[in-house]
């Protein structure tokens, strides 16, 4: 890091007043919010795993819901994982989910069942980053650790006018540095939160309401008129798009064909219909390389709907099929025939979610 840079940054800003204006105004104004109740710092370790590329108001009733169901860590250490998955049914990237059970896990087995408060040991849990370290550290226990999310990047690049890509890792190391210096040594909480808070409310990506801004007087972009041009940031890279057949299969006793899919990568361990990319099977040649993948023979029937669904880095598009069992029996592991009354028990990726409303 050079701080060098840093302290060129800083040089002629005043601390001590922007500390006081946004640490005031979030104590004013900030949101309701039901991980803001108290400072538990399993309920901050839980918001901040289910805010992680997800909107307040979609968290709120699955936060709710999630520690109404998992109250302690103890609770969410000894839940079978496929529990916790349906726990986080609909919630997207379901990775989060493992990974924060397997850290609570860690928690309890090492720590006593009390999440560490030395920054070190806090860090080496799996899915604890630098902005959810920095999170828990400051938000529960009130140390002046950064929590640098992309509103806190998008706010301190405005504020001290960063004229540097933001998607950089060298960047975000910088304003890490920055937040580290300008901190609220007995303030910590509220000012990592006022920022994060302010990124939400005010300093938004496209229009920032500037006329409401309780820092406008210290920010440097609004001073110079770019406070719409920055940050500057890369342009992500094109999404993959996929292509599948999905597969709803019912047998002679009304039951459908459910499979979990693998224990690595995307989706992994949610339960979903049969799917295969059309570029191992084409229509023509469905049922040929079903019978020879999952040993039964099946009759095509109607189309039943199309869905697209995208991901962070790939776009599923999915034509929907139903099918019925003619004969054979079925050879595929991890594949299994359930009534529809039972699709509750299991968790369901929101495509397939999407596909049990047709139904």
């Known amino acids: 890091m050079n701080l060098e840079t840093v302290t060129l940054l800083l040089k002629n800003f005043n601390i001590q007043a922007f500390q006081h204006d946004l640490v005031r105004w979030f104590d004013?104004?900030?949101r309701d919010l039901p991980w803001r109740q108290n400072k538990d710092p399993y309920r901050v370790w839980i918001s901040e795993i289910m805010l992680q590329q997800t909107k307040v108001d979609t968290v709120?009733?699955?936060?709710?819901?999630?520690?109404?169901?998992f109250p302690t860590l103890d609770r969410l250490a000894a839940a079978d994982e496929q529990e916790v998955l349906k726990a986080w049914e609909g919630l997207g990237y379901y990775s989060r989910a493992r990974n924060l059970q397997h850290a609570v896990r860690e928690v309890v087995s090492t720590y006593n069942s009390k999440v560490p408060n030395n920054p070190e040991q806090l860090g080496t849990l799996k899915g604890v980053g630098?902005?959810?370290?920095?999170a828990i550290l400051s938000i529960a226990y009130g140390l002046p650790e950064p929590a640098v999310d992309g509103n806190v990047m998008r706010v301190l690049a405005r504020i001290l006018h960063i004229e540097e890509d933001i998607s950089k890792q060298?960047?975000?190391?910088?304003?890490?540095?920055?937040?580290k210096q300008i901190i609220s040594e007995g303030k910590a909480s509220e000012f990592n939160q006022?920022?994060?808070?302010?990124?939400?409310?005010?300093?938004?990506?496209?229009?920032?309401?500037?006329?409401h801004c309780p820092v406008q007087a210290h920010c440097r972009a609004y001073e110079a008129g770019t406070e719409k041009t920055l940050p500057i940031k890369a342009k992500a890279k094109k999404q993959k798009s996929l292509d599948y057949f999905s597969l709803v299969i019912k047998d002679n006793q009304d039951n459908y064909l459910i499979e979990k899919r693998p224990s690595e990568g995307l989706l992994a361990n949610m339960w979903q219909f049969p799917m295969v990319s059309k570029s191992d099977a084409n229509a023509t040649k469905l049922?040929?390389?079903?019978?020879?993948?999952?040993?039964?023979?099946?009759?095509?029937?109607?189309?039943?709907?199309?869905?697209?669904?995208?991901f962070s880095h790939v776009i599923w598009h999915i034509d929907v099929l139903e099918a019925e069992v003619l004969d054979g029996e079925l050879k595929k592991e991890l594949a299994t025939f359930v009534p529809q009354a039972t699709f509750a028990e299991y968790p369901f990726p929101v495509p397939h979610l999407k596909i049990q409303s047709y139904l």
Do not use: Q
């Open 28 to 30: 004013e104004e900030k």
């Open 60 to 69: 709120i009733p699955y936060f709710e819901r999630f520690i109404e169901k």
């Open 130 to 134: 630098p902005y959810t370290k920095g």
């Open 170 to 179: 060298s960047v975000r190391r910088l304003v890490e540095e920055c937040v």
């Open 194 to 211: 006022g920022l994060m808070e302010l990124g939400a409310l005010i300093c938004t990506p496209k229009a920032p309401s500037c006329m």
């Open 287 to 310: 049922t040929e390389w079903f019978l020879e993948n999952y040993g039964i023979k099946l009759v095509l029937k109607d189309t039943l709907t199309e869905i697209k669904h995208v």
